[in-house]
């Protein structure tokens, strides 16, 4: 399973958010170009529908591919009552021919977009990697080269850790610590429970980009 929260910040913004991500991990920053494609079953599958993501890597020099399977969240009081959503998770590794794989059991493509951005992976409490992309569509299927940003102006925020049934309230506890730290730039909730741009980010990047983003802490 993972935990995961999600946020907006304005592009203009990102400099500052990066200044202060680099300082807070203390670690280099890695490129994200991702080619995201969502496949849905068809009805010769079962009645229940099944849903699947193919990660297409294009940062290296040689593309590789993920299938990502994003199950049901947590539930319960207990889970109502945390700011960052518990979700199963299943990830593998896959070879290049993944989608003539899928295609031919029966998916269909649903959609697809392009992710290009950085990520910063570290560990402070909880292995935590925080995914900062712009998110494109594609005018021609498959058609990385070509695709154009959905919300020029508005950049995602991921910040997830991995976790299990017996660790995953501590690495609630470390994701909501982190979080407190981007709060000036920032808010961060449970997917789907976006609460919108800060109204106070402008001073704070301002501040940040002129201060170099303090040391590690």
């Not at 993501?53 to 591919?65: E, F, G, N, V």
């Not at 409490?125 to 494109?136: E, K, N, P």
């Amino acid at each position: 399973m993972e935990c995961v929260v999600q946020g907006i910040i304005e592009t203009q913004h990102v400099d500052a958010l990066e200044v202060l991500l680099q300082g807070l991990s203390g670690v280099p920053k890695e490129r994200v170009r991702v080619h995201e494609l969502c496949l849905k079953s068809g009805p010769n599958l079962g009645v229940v529908p099944s849903e699947v993501r193919l990660l297409c890597d294009l940062a290296q020099s040689t593309p590789s591919w993920t299938i990502r399977h994003v199950g049901g969240a947590m539930r319960g009081a207990g889970a109502e009552q945390i700011s960052v959503l518990v979700r199963s998770i299943v990830e593998s590794k896959a070879s290049n021919n993944v989608l003539r794989y899928f295609y031919g059991i029966g998916y269909k493509l649903d959609h697809e977009v392009l992710k290009g951005g950085f990520a910063f992976r570290f560990h402070r409490g909880a292995q935590i990697t925080v995914t900062v992309t712009s998110v494109s569509k594609m005018t021609k299927l498959h058609a990385t080269n070509e695709a154009v940003p959905i919300t020029p102006a508005i950049q995602l925020v991921e910040i997830t850790a991995p976790a299990a049934a017996d660790n995953y309230n501590d690495v609630v506890s470390a994701i909501t610590s982190f979080c407190e730290y981007l709060a000036p730039l920032l808010h961060l909730s449970k997917p789907g429970n976006s609460t919108g741009i800060v109204p106070t980010a402008g001073a704070a990047a301002a501040s940040l980009l002129s201060s170099g983003g303090g040391k590690t802490l």
